[in-house]
């Protein structure tokens, strides 16, 4: 029995159906054996595999399951592999490019989606990589309106999305430029870089400003799905799972890893005083599984602001002048004990300390936080 068998994170899998785009990838096929080694209660493993390379989906996915990632899984519960279920697709075409019963079958099973899929090339055209970063996340979004058992949608995102400011918060920040312009530059002066890098503004690469979009989009369109965002920064060797330094990608930082010790590569230019952004591909796909539990609290919480936002909207938008000459009169009545013990007189109010305690008393007597 593995450890995962008594966790509250495996027990949340337990029985459910997960999709998963982007699972050929580094940080894909280190999630799904992840999932399957950790959740052993897992139903079973979409995952969304292009025809490449003249190869089928289907001969793919057994190159994936053959590589030392998966060595743990296949001496402790061989049989787990067939939980994986290889779906031919693609992530820029309509409905994923998926047949009618395929889609049912994810509408109708599937609680839980982990969208990795992406290019992480730094400079493609701008219109390659918003058709994939940005259209492939949309109709991802798409898919996941139509499950009926959807409990998380976990965007796997970028720390560098933001690498034009200093201070990164955990939060979506606006775009200067709205999605229409940007696709509309993209689709006419894609190969125009003088454009393009004017367009981009602070953003370095297309991958980025194609990335910040597809935030974006995920702010936007998710409102009332149980949505998340996960934004690692550069991905490097597992710390321990599946096994130490797993590592199958020349992406990142490994070119460095492996060139400078060898000698071959002596010279980089960098600030040497600068802190490098690295994080361990397993604390990565850690960070994305346990995630994707906490998506429907914290969106029932996003529901509840939403419709409060939308009810107070009226409110905030308009201003009115009320007349309070009978209760003006009313406190004039009053003895000064009585003003005290009874007080409603709203000049007296001191509205930051009241605002101040209006934030901690909901975050005590309604979010139960101890704070
Ligand atoms: N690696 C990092 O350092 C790093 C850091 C921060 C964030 N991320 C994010 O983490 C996610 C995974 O990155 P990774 O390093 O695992 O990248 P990766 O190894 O390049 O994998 C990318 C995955 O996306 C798939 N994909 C690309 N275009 C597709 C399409 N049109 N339809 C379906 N699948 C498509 C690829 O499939 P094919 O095999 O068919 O090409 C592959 O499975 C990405 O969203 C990336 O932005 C990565």
Redesign the pocket.
């Known amino acids: 029995m593995s450890k995962g068998n008594c966790s509250n994170v495996a027990s949340f899998y337990s029985g459910k159906s997960v999709f998963i ?8 096929k280190t999630l799904i054996e992840k999932l399957l080694y950790s959740c052993s209660g897992i139903d079973k493993i979409y995952v ?3 025809d ?1 390379y003249g190869k089928q989906a289907s001969e ?1 996915l057994a190159r994936i399951t053959s590589t030392p990632a998966f060595d743990r899984i296949k001496t402790s519960r061989n049989e787990d592999l067939k939980k994986i279920v290889v779906i031919s ?4 075409r309509e409905n994923l490019g998926l047949h009618e019963n395929v889609l049912k079958a994810l509408e109708n099973e599937v609680s839980i989606v982990f969208h ?5 090339a730094f400079r493609l055209p701008l219109k390659d990589a918003m058709r ?1 970063n940005v259209n ?1 996340t949309e109709n991802v979004i798409e898919l996941c309106r139509r499950m009926i058992k959807l409990q998380a949608f976990v965007h ?5 999305t933001n690498s034009d400011r200093t201070e990164i918060n955990e939060v979506v920040y606006p775009m200067p430029i709205n999605l229409e312009e940007a696709r509309h530059v993209a689709d006419r002066y894609s190969h125009d870089d003088v454009i393009v890098c004017a367009f981009m503004g602070r953003k370095p690469n297309t991958y980025t400003f194609s ?1 910040a979009f597809a935030e974006q989009l995920v702010l936007k369109q998710c409102e009332d799905l149980p949505a998340a965002i996960v ?5 490097m060797s597992s710390i321990k799972e599946p096994c130490p330094g797993w590592i199958d ?1 020349w ?2 930082a490994t070119g460095l890893f492996v060139g400078m010790p060898a000698g071959v590569l002596r010279v980089v230019l960098g600030r040497g005083s600068n802190v490098t952004d690295l994080v361990p591909v397993d604390i990565v796909t850690n960070l994305i599984v346990v995630a994707a539990t906490e998506c429907q609290k914290q969106i029932k919480l996003q529901r509840r602001l939403k419709k409060v936002v939308d009810a107070v909207k009226f409110f905030l938008l308009n201003e009115w002048k009320f007349s309070d000459d009978n209760i003006r009169n009313l406190l004039n009545t009053m003895s000064p004990v009585d003003k005290e013990i009874f007080n409603f007189d709203v000049k007296t109010i001191n509205w930051e300390s009241c605002i101040e305690d209006y934030i901690l008393g909901a975050r005590k007597y309604l979010l139960k936080s101890e704070k």
């Open positions: 785009t982007g699972g050929t990838g580094f940080v894909g969304l595999v292009r490449k793919r697709g693609d992530i820029t990795l899929a992406a290019t992480v994939i492939g796997v995102s970028t720390a560098f990335k934004r690692p920064s550069i991905v990608t992406n990142g």
